[in-house]
T-cell receptor
Framework: GNSVTQMEGPVTLSEEAFLTINCTYT??????LFWYVQYPGEGLQLLLK?????DKGSNKGFEATYRKETTSFHLEKGSVQVSDSAVYFC????????????FGKGTKLSVIP | DAGVIQSPRHEVTEMGQEVTLRCKPI?????LFWYRQTMMRGLELLIY????????DSGMPEDRFSAKMPNASFSTLKIQPSEPRDSAVYFC??????????????FGEGSRLTVL
């Protein structure tokens, strides 16, 4: 089945710093790719997605570009805020036509003032 | 609209006791998923249902775990007997048929289980 590998955390940044969280994938074909975010004490929620190669997903100042050449979908934000402190998960469908998602292990981000 | 509702939010029990976790999916969603989250293993899919029918339970760790979905608005995950290694946060999520394209699973807030 499909799989995803994301960088280990935790990541600690100062407010307004630049953020990159790396994610690479192994998949059959070109499935949609997703980033989920989990704020403290809450469930996961979809942050952004990209459905085909070279697509850029964006939301809340976060961006990620679907790069099939490097099988990557890195999450970036130009200026993080304390409120961005959360755990971020890269995800993709578990297989062709699958309705279930496979998630990376998560990267915990802490932003300090 | 109400989201996915899970209960209890927190459960502390002793080894050997039965634990039942409950989930109410979003109305109209055809798929329901149970995930387990631990520091060591991350987020693991335990089982998922489509139209109340279990489709894939290969993630259920052992026979002590069982899940049911008697109707479209209710599911349970039961652990009997519970063991300390079952301590984790258990999430329920639901989605509609287009999840493969949209990727949008809607998660509950989770049930944090501690087995002493």
């Amino acid at each position: 089945g499909n799989s995803v590998t994301q960088m280990e955390g935790p990541v600690t940044l100062s407010e307004e710093a630049f953020l990159t969280i790396n994610c690479t994938y192994t998949a059959t074909g070109y499935p949609s790719l997703f980033w989920y975010v989990q704020y403290p004490g809450e469930g996961l929620q979809l942050l952004l997605k990209a459905t085909k190669a070279d697509d850029k997903g964006s939301n809340k100042g976060f961006e990620a570009t679907y790069r099939k050449e490097t099988t990557s979908f890195h999450l970036e934000k130009g200026s993080v805020q304390v409120s961005d402190s959360a755990v971020y998960f890269c995800a993709l469908p578990s297989g062709a036509g699958s309705y279930q998602l496979t998630f990376g292990k998560g990267t915990k981000l802490s932003v300090i003032p | 609209d109400a989201g996915v509702i899970q209960s209890p939010r927190h459960e502390v029990t002793e080894m050997g006791q039965e634990v039942t976790l409950r989930c109410k999916p979003i109305s109209g969603h055809d798929y329901l998923f149970w995930y387990r989250q631990t520091m060591m293993r991350g987020l693991e899919l335990l089982i998922y249902f489509n139209n109340n029918v279990p489709i894939d339970d290969s993630g259920m760790p052992e026979d002590r775990f069982s899940a049911k979905m008697p109707n479209a608005s209710f599911s349970t995950l039961k652990i009997q007997p519970s063991e300390p290694r079952d301590s984790a946060v258990y999430f329920c999520a639901s989605s509609h048929e287009r999840a493969y394209d949209t990727g949008e699973l809607f998660f509950g807030e989770g049930s944090r289980l501690t087995v002493l």
